[in-house]
């Protein structure tokens, strides 16, 4: 069996979770792969809505293995937190779900860390959540960094205080005054006992080996969905560095944040907006400043799940969607918001760039350097309700143009397109 694949192809915030949630049915596991708490995967169904954070976007079945991978970094407070809040709904997250005993641990001082790194950068920021996920990475890479399965040692608690000493002596180095900074408006001291108790929580949960779990259930021909977190442009990588996080959000980091082999890699859906949004700095070529950004953000409701910071919004980026279609070997797309630009008469797509160099379809090297004018492409606006739509030969036919348009530029069919945030309101061709 392979792998099926589902990742973001813009700056994160596209709805992947959403299509996790749609296309669990024809999976036996869904697989999280990257990311951590900064990540908000959002799911609506039956008048109620749901975020996601670190849990994978199938937990609603309960027949359905959910699995945290290695590659997820996980911070046992938020964790709790996630899954004492869908039991309060009546959904036990325990009892399908499975955790890497090789995923890192977000500690409070990489909190602490992540704050001071951000403020120590003033003007240059790059808009981080602050849930620790930079200082976690760079502990995995440092190779000094704490791991899921090391909560059952019996000198954990020894461990987690030497690296806690460490990082208190680097945000004294930094004159950063760890006591007056609030931790989801928790005082430090407060929230470290907090967290030591959802260590302790933790161990109630079924820890495995997950590279093992994987190859063995794909050979006994269970069907496996990697989901993604973040965006293709915010891969630490290929993204718009330094403005990105601190993971490989592409095609790379299924295998590496699952143990899966390249060769098991099967279907990739990249999952995109009608249109473009960003979250924090960096840049973004096609951002609207007036009037149709800001009609964009409030009738999709653009505001971070995670922070609730207002998105940055803008017209459909073609040469970045082509470039993460190229890095992620997508097989098929998936449109998602199509009906937050209902009302628009005209709508524009950038399909190439200019530059002092002339015109390319290029992402560049550099974003911030470059001096980037968009060459607009428009088409024509649908002007009518998506509201029950129930078929592809419903869609009206101006709709159907602006598809047949990205399949043509891109290369890859569109399998289907999200008009609401509801889990019925989904059309797959």
């Known amino acids: 069996m392979k792998v099926d694949v589902i990742l973001g192809l813009q700056w994160g915030d596209e709805g992947k979770g959403k299509i996790v949630d749609v296309m669990t049915p024809q999976y036996d596991i ?40 290695n590659g997820v ?46 403020a120590l950068k003033g003007e240059s920021r790059i808009g981080s959540t602050l849930k620790g996920i930079g200082p976690t990475y760079t502990d995995k890479v440092a190779r000094i960094g704490l791991r899921v399965g090391d909560i059952l040692r019996d000198d954990f608690r020894v461990m987690y205080f030497n690296l806690r000493e460490n990082h208190l002596r680097l945000m004294q180095f930094m ?53 993604g977190a973040q965006g293709t442009m915010l891969d630490v990588d ?8 601190s993971s490989n959000t592409s095609i790379g980091g299924v295998c590496s944040g699952l143990g899966i082999n390249p060769g098991n890699i099967g279907e990739v859906t ?26 964009m953000r409030e009738r999709g409701h653009e505001y971070g799940s995670t922070t609730g910071r207002p998105r940055r919004c803008g017209w459909l980026d073609l040469v970045a969607l082509k470039y993460a279609i190229m890095i992620n070997g997508v097989t098929r797309l998936f449109m998602m918001k199509t009906d937050v630009l209902d009302d628009f008469s005209r709508i524009l797509i ?63 069919p569109v399998m289907g397109v999200s008009f609401g945030p509801d889990r019925t309101q989904t059309l797959i061709f």
């Open 30 to 69: 869904i697989a999280r792969f990257q990311g951590g708490p900064n990540a908000g995967h959002t799911i609506e169904f039956k008048n109620r809505k749901y975020v996601l954070h670190t849990i994978p976007s199938g937990i609603f079945y309960p027949k359905k293995t959910n699995l945290v991978g």
């Open 73 to 118: 970094i996980l911070d046992p407070f938020i964790f709790r937190k996630e899954i004492i809040n869908l039991a309060e709904y009546g959904i036990d997250a325990t009892s399908n779900l499975l955790v890497s005993k090789k995923a890192h641990l977000i500690t409070p001082t990489h909190r602490l860390l992540d704050a001071a790194y951000e």
């Open 175 to 227: 004159e950063f005054n760890a006591d007056s900074f609030l931790i989801d408006d928790i005082p430090f001291n407060r929230y470290e006992e907090q967290w030591l108790d959802a260590v302790d929580y933790m161990k109630t949960l079924k820890l495995v080996d997950a590279e093992y779990f994987l190859h063995r259930s794909l050979a006994a021909g269970k069907r496996v969905l990697a989901e």
């Open 238 to 245: 290929f993204g718009s560095y330094p403005f990105v996080t």
């Open 270 to 295: 990249g999952v995109f907006k009608a249109y473009c949004t960003r979250v924090g700095s960096g840049p973004f070529p096609t951002e609207q400043f007036g009037d149709q950004g800001d009609k």
């Open 350 to 412: 950038g399909n190439g760039y200019m530059t002092g160099k002339g015109k390319t379809g290029d992402v560049p090297f550099d974003f911030l350097q470059e001096d980037i004018k968009v060459i607009y492409k428009e088409l024509r606006g649908w002007e009518t309700s998506l509201k029950g739509l129930k078929s592809k030969d419903e869609m009206p036919v101006v709709l159907q143009e602006y598809v047949d348009f990205i399949e043509k530029e891109t290369g890859i």
